[in-house]
């Protein structure tokens, strides 16, 4: 059974605090993807990686950084959480082949 | 900039049939379709390549006009379980390869 997992599922942060989001795959995909969502706005792309130590920015980039040292692995980072940033973040995967996209659960990030 | 979908909201008794559109100004190479029920993670539902096909999925179609660069979905004979969000998810040239712009989603509401 293929499978994203996210670290957390629900998460509450400060104003100004560093976070890290976590998202791990299991089906060797090539392709790794952070999106945020919010009500109304769909879902939106801050970062992508086509491979390990490759990133490119998404739509919405601004106050995030990403990293990829393993190709199963991909991190979403808020350098300095502000409160425009809680959001539902959802990791997705997906093989260069053919790019049908497997989504994690979503972590509930709150920052107060 | 991101595909408009319409409607925003559609409610349906059993057994009716719906078409969600989804719209982009860009000249798209695929057109993909997810749907996310309440608290869950997106799901694939299918991928239409440039070429005008049409894919079928059970009583799930949909259509891409690589023409107008729209694409529809077709759900017929509506069950309770097709109630939820659906995205379109659009990749083009300009945006380059691999990476999806989602719409804003089509709420679909099922009811007995």
């Known amino acids: 059974d293929v499978k994203v997992t996210q670290s957390s599922r629900y998460l509450v942060k400060r104003t100004g605090e560093k976070v890290f989001l976590e998202c791990v795959q299991d089906?060797?995909?090539?392709?790794m993807f952070w999106y945020r969502q919010d009500p109304g706005l769909g879902l939106r792309l801050i970062y992508f990686?086509?491979?390990?130590?490759?990133?490119e920015k998404g739509d919405i980039p601004e106050g995030y950084s990403v990293s990829r040292e393993k190709k199963e692995r991909f991190s979403l980072i808020l350098e300095s959480a502000s409160t425009n940033q809680t959001s539902m973040y959802l990791c997705a995967s997906s093989s260069r082949l053919d790019n049908e996209q497997f989504f994690g659960p979503g972590t509930r990030l709150t920052v107060l | 900039q991101q595909p408009v979908q319409s409607p925003q909201a559609v409610i349906l008794r059993e057994g009716e049939d719906a078409v969600i559109n989804c719209s982009s100004s860009k000249a798209l190479y695929s057109v993909h379709w997810y749907r996310q029920k309440h608290g869950e993670a997106p799901v694939f539902l299918m991928i239409l390549l440039k070429g005008g096909e049409q894919k079928g999925h059970d009583k799930i179609s949909a259509s891409f006009n690589e023409k107008k660069q729209q694409s529809s979905l077709y759900l017929t004979a509506s069950q309770l379980s097709y109630s939820g969000t659906y995205f379109c998810?659009?990749?083009?040239?300009?945006?380059?390869?691999?990476?999806?712009?989602f719409g804003t989603g089509t709420r679909l509401l099922v009811s007995p």
């Open positions: 990686s086509y491979d390990v130590k490759m990133k």
């Open positions: 998810g659009t990749e083009s040239m300009n945006t380059g390869f691999q990476k999806l712009v």
């Open positions: 089906m060797d995909h090539e392709n």
